[in-house]
């Protein structure tokens, strides 16, 4: 199946199983390009197990998506919720996979998700030059700011 032809309804929550397909994400071609630190795969790893451990324990604090193709995980959406009912969101695709709607189809899907759980609001925090991640969390987000602890970094809000 072409990523073009991928439905919305093959976004489903993440599970164990998903695990070395996420690495692989997170590890994909220029993936960390704006990332203010550079993460071993070892470290890369332990922060997906994290993520995985907190949908077990603790439900309630964290939406944990990903989109996939029969077995193969090709992008992920994550908000956690951080102090003050804010989430923190995260999203990726493999690096093969982009510019095909993927980021657009997880970014929609993880909206819907937290704002059922009830009013909050939420933040991502994008590079300047990262033309794709700032194009999309423009069409999502309500207002940005620039973050002073971090030059060249934008933060994007939204409340409901
Ligand atoms: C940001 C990211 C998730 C986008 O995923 P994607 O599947 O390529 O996104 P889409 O195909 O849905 O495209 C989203 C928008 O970005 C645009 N876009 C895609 N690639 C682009 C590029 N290289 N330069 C500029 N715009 C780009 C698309 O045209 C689309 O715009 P539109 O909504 O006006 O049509 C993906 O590039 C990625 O994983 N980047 C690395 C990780 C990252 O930076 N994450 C964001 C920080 S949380």
């Not at 996420?22 to 795969?41: D, Q, V």
């Not at 999203?91 to 993927?102: D, E, L, N, W, Y």
């Not at 590079?127 to 934008?154: C, D, K, M, W």
């Amino acid at each position: 199946m072409s990523t073009e032809q991928l439905p919305a309804a093959l976004i489903r929550q993440a599970q164990r199983s998903d695990t070395n397909d996420l690495i692989e994400i997170y590890c994909s071609n220029g993936f960390l390009a704006f990332s203010p630190s550079r993460p071993s795969r070892d470290l890369i790893a332990a922060t997906v197990v994290s993520y995985l451990d907190l949908l077990e324990s603790a439900p309630e604090s964290i939406t944990f998506l990903v989109i996939g193709a029969s077995t193969k995980v090709l992008g992920f959406s994550i908000a956690r919720m951080a102090a003050r009912r804010v989430w923190e969101l995260q999203i990726g695709v493999h690096a093969a996979q982009r510019s095909q709607g993927i980021g657009g189809a997880l970014m929609r899907r993880i909206f819907t998700e937290i704002r059922s759980r009830g009013p909050g609001q939420c933040e991502a925090i994008v590079h300047s030059n990262n033309a794709a991640s700032i194009r999309i969390a423009t069409r999502f987000f309500q207002s940005r700011e620039n973050v002073e602890a971090l030059p060249g970094y934008v933060k994007f809000r939204s409340s409901w």
